[in-house]
Nanobody
């Protein structure tokens, strides 16, 4: 089983990034997918979640209207489009696969928002 995040980097405030999480080794379409983040000295927090079939999404209040989660079940990939980035969005971003019996995590990708 693998979850491989990519797309992180350094961006100026107000900028955009698109994170990707490529999954393998399990039935991706059967798993609820989430993005989490963890800033230095803080607990890991949920950012966005997308369901399996309907693709309904939920967001943390801090990112509503700025971030969009989506998934492509044909490509076994979940995305996080991040717009209007703020310095407080700086964190390591992780994707998580939530199954009935198992949960998988990726290794994380660093996002730094700074001028």
């Amino acid at each position: 089983v693998q979850l491989v995040e990519s797309g992180g980097g350094l961006v100026q405030p107000g900028g955009s990034l698109r994170l990707s999480c490529a999954a393998s080794g399990f039935t991706f379409s059967s798993y609820v997918m989430s993005w989490y983040r963890q800033a230095p000295g803080k607990e890991r927090e949920a950012v966005a979640t997308i369901t399996t079939l309907s693709g309904s999404a939920n967001y943390a209040d801090s990112v509503k209207g700025r971030f969009t989660i989506s998934r492509d079940n044909a490509k076994n990939t979940v995305y996080l489009q991040m717009n209007s980035l703020k310095p407080e969005d700086t964190a390591v971003y992780y994707c998580k696969a939530n199954g009935v019996r198992r949960t998988y995590w990726g290794q994380g990708t660093q996002v730094t928002v700074s001028s």
